[in-house]
């Protein structure tokens, strides 16, 4: 331990923090000083053996982080987070160019006056639209409301913008005439040295787009700046499924295609080249944790042969660990930081090894072809290692981890790389030799569509993704990445024409016995719409029906959410749609989803209202040809669907023996249709009104026979039980999917 310290203490202090962080557990700083001193003393005491050393080492780095975690929540963030809910005028400056939206414009500040906190800090503020463009270096006086993010979806924005070092969030106060309450611009440090990286990369998003066509420039810009606004969402989302995020997440990677061009100088002088060059491209792509620990472990390599020393890839990896987490706790939290060192470690620990088990068979080969295969299998090796270590993370973050990233890597990874350097060139270049730019951007066109058609074809294939929910997927993939581990581990103590056959065998009944599961099951997934709906019931064969498409008219869009929710799962189209209600609160999408998705057939209800509100939904509906629904109607559908009117303009949905929606009517609708008829299922649909009357909702609940209740349409604060009858929301929790088994 004494000889490597970084390797056992740092990771010490990063558990010790992401429990703070991530999972919001930590002793009592008064417990954790009296910790850190116990083990501070038993570490003492047992130096000289260096097992039990190293444990209350770690254990005492542990502890020290809790502390110096709550200094810092005392000092730094408190401070700052005490501005919460209230408005104040501030002075500010733009740290980077804002995104611009169609009613605002979202900026990163570094708020040097406000009357309240002394020290300055940085938040993400919502700015009016303005009719100059804002750039980084501009300084603005707004008058704002601070408040602190809340958590949708199942994603914790205020952890998520603390990971950036922003501990508050604002926006512009408006009167009652949607006017800024005070908004101007004071003067600019557009021009100074501390913008220059940020002039850089406004000069190369301007110089590629000029060069290049729409869509390859949206791609050349992401891979040379990480800045993926140019990316269309169905090229994001197939790069995602092709489990390419990380070509347009600038990394690793792309510091190596930069280090490899100036290795073209020669070993030194391209080293001495490279740095500058490194610590110029940091803040133009950005500063995200993965381009700092890229750049750090760089530098330190590049300085250790300068010196003629030898670097620990450990120990660099390590340091530019602890580093982000002295200058910020909370980037433990970030997941670029987390994807980046786990990869990295993947690589660091097991790709050589893993290379040189691969290349043993192929040493009689010819040099020439030893050394074409030695590429390829080098790209394989680290693909698989990244992936060993990532793939837990990947699918908390997302639910879905992609199975055919191996394949997708060793069909663009290289042709990446020429893409990276010819982007390069063609900023360099159109500075002073314009027709040189446009050569390389001609050159490099083709190969920035080849990336994107290969990431589409790859995102279309079947069986290319599993899902969470999927258990037998998931323990096939487990089984997988253990046997590469037992292989590379301990592959000369294993015996493998024994255990070979077995794995093999015990792989394939799992793989069959997901396939008969899924068959004999479907799905009902609840996507998260905010005040909308949108309800998919699915099974393994391709039939999809859809209960609602609307959003709640911001950027949770239902259409959107649908589309790519049928990208991930490889559906085609939507067998039957249902609209339990033609109004903006259930089909406030279908225009988007009907210009974009083929759906076979609309089911309406009866007598539907004509209103200013819904006049344009019902004339679409009657041009697709809907069917109304005056009686109880069955769907030949991936489960037993049944749907019934409950009142004039609304229906319900009963999902097997499992599920009721009950999203439309009002609470005195139902009341009403339930004296009457009876319908019972263990889940219950309702939106946020139907909780308003206790007392009908009580008699609900018993008439039906429900044991949860599902919020599918939310926008605030809900309960998270009623009376022992749990609640839950997609608004809140993200999206919630449940599988039950076939009939007969």
């Not at 704002?144 to 952890?159: I, K, N, Q, S």
């Not at 706790?329 to 990869?343: D, V």
């Not at 590429?375 to 997302?398: K, W």
């Not at 258990?471 to 253990?482: D, E, K, Q, T, Y």
Request: glycine share 6%; aromatic share 10%; charged share 15%.
């Amino acid at each position: 331990m004494l000889e490597r310290p970084l390797i056992y203490l740092v990771p010490a202090i990063a558990a010790a923090l992401f429990c703070a962080v991530c999972l919001d557990w930590a002793p009592s700083p008064m417990v954790s000083l009296l910790l850190l001193a116990v083990f501070l003393l038993l570490a003492g005491i047992f130096i000289y053996r260096n097992k039990a050393f190293a444990l209350f080492g770690m254990l005492a780095a542990a502890h020290l982080a809790f502390c110096g975690f709550s200094i810092y929540n005392l000092y730094i963030v408190e401070p700052i987070r005490h501005l919460n809910g209230q408005s104040l005028d501030i002075q500010a400056v733009l740290l980077e160019d804002p995104d611009v939206y169609e009613d605002s414009q979202r900026a990163l500040l570094s708020v040097t006056h406000n009357g309240e906190v002394e020290q300055t800090f940085r938040t993400f503020c919502y700015l009016p639209l303005t009719d100059t463009p804002l750039y980084a270096g501009d300084h603005i006086v707004v008058n704002v409301g601070f408040y602190l993010p809340g958590t949708a979806e199942g994603f914790d924005r205020a952890v998520y913008q603390a990971s950036n070092r922003c501990f508050i969030a604002s926006s512009y106060n408006q009167t009652e005439e949607d006017t800024p309450v005070r908004f101007e611009m004071t003067g600019t440090e557009r021009d100074t040295p501390r913008f220059l990286p940020q002039r850089i990369a406004r000069y190369c998003k301007q110089a590629i787009a000029g060069a290049l066509p729409e869509r390859p420039a949206g791609l050349l810009t992401a891979l040379l700046l990480g800045d993926k606004s140019g990316i269309s969402d169905a090229d994001a989302l197939a790069l995602r499924i092709a489990g390419l995020s990380h070509l347009v997440a600038v990394s690793g990677l792309h510091i190596g295609f930069l280090v490899a061009f100036c290795s073209l100088l020669g070993r030194r002088i391209g080293t001495l080249v490279s740095i500058p060059f490194i610590l110029l491209f940091v803040p133009i792509a950005g500063a995200s944790p993965s381009v700092i620990r890229a750049a750090v472990m760089y530098l330190v390599t590049a300085g250790a042969f300068l010196l003629r020393k030898e670097a620990s890839s450990l120990n660099s990896l390590f340091l530019a660990l602890a580093l982000l987490l002295i200058l910020n706790p909370y980037a433990i939290a970030s997941l670029s930081l987390q994807l980046s060192f786990s990869a990295t470690l993947g690589l660091i620990l097991l790709a050589g090894k893993m290379q040189r088990r691969m290349m043993k068979p192929f040493r009689p080969f010819p040099k020439m072809v030893y050394r074409i295969l030695s590429v390829v299998v080098g790209s394989v090796s680290c693909t698989v290692c990244a992936t060993i270590f990532t793939t837990p993370i990947i699918l908390s973050a997302f639910g879905y981890v992609s199975v055919l990233s191996l394949l997708s890597n060793l069909l663009v990874v290289g042709v990446t790389a020429v893409c990276f350097i010819g982007g390069f060139l063609v900023c360099l270049t159109s500075v002073f030799f314009p027709f040189l730019a446009t050569l390389f951007a001609k050159a490099i066109t083709p190969l920035l569509t080849y990336i994107l058609d290969i990431c589409n074809w790859i995102a279309g294939l079947p069986f290319g993704l599993i899902n969470w929910a999927d258990s037998f997927g998931i323990a096939a993939l487990v089984l997988s990445l253990a046997g590469i581990l037992a292989w590379l581990l301990a592959g000369a103590h294993i015996k493998w024409r024994y255990v070979l056959p077995v794995f093999c065998l015990v792989l394939f009944g799992i793989t069959a016995s997901g396939a008969y599961y899924n068959r004999q099951h479907y799905s009902v997934t609840y996507l998260p719409c905010g005040s909308g709906q949108a309800i998919i019931v699915s099974d393994a064969v391709d039939n999809m029906t859809l209960i609602d498409c609307a959003g709640d008219g911001g950027y949770r869009n239902a259409a959107a959410s649908v589309r790519e929710w049928m990208q991930w799962n490889g559906f085609r189209q939507v067998d039957t749609l249902v609209l339990t209600a033609v109004d903006k609160g259930h089909a406030r999408d279908l225009p988007e989803l009907l210009q974009h998705t083929s759906v076979e057939q609309i089911l309406i209800p009866n007598g539907c209202k004509e209103t200013q509100h819904n006049k344009e939904l019902l004339q679409l509906v009657a041009e697709a040809d809907a069917e109304i629904v005056e009686d109880t109607v069955q769907l030949d559908a991936a489960a037993p669907v049944t749907v019934f009117p409950v009142c004039d303009g609304k229906l319900g949905v009963q999902i097997g023996g499992y599920v009721l929606v009950l999203h439309s009517p009002t609470q005195k609708q139902l009341a009403a249709f339930f004296e009457t008829e009876s319908y019972s299922a263990p889940d219950i649909v309702l939106s946020q009104r139907n909780m308003e009357d206790t007392v009908l909702l009580r008699q609900l609940i018993s008439d039906t026979n429900a044991q949860r209740i599902i919020l599918q349409s939310s926008t605030g604060d809900v309960l998270h039980k009623f009376e022992g009858t749990p609640i839950e929301s997609p608004y809140f929790t993200g999206e919630l999917q449940e599988r039950y088994k076939k009939e007969g």
